[in-house]
């Protein structure tokens, strides 16, 4: 994987596949640790797969969805 497509994939928000550009794509299990979310990603066209991480960022209030509390974290 080129990392010039997975940092457009981010950018893009993680909607279309970051191989061939598809929206056919789903999303697996997911697995929990300590602030961290890795899924795993498929694409249905071209039959490719990777996998997402999700890290906890912010809090929100359940009911007005509007943040409480955030935090900024660097790139790996």
Do not use: N
């Amino acid at each position: 994987m080129k990392p010039e497509k997975a940092k457009k994939y981010l950018e893009q928000r993680g909607l279309a596949c970051l191989f061939c550009g598809s929206w056919d794509i789903e999303g697996g299990s997911m697995d929990f640790d300590a602030g961290e979310i890795a899924q795993r990603i498929s694409c249905h066209k071209c039959d490719e797969r990777w996998t997402d991480v999700y890290k906890l960022v912010a809090v929100a209030d359940p009911d007005s969805g509007a943040t409480i509390a955030s935090i900024s974290i660097q790139a790996e």
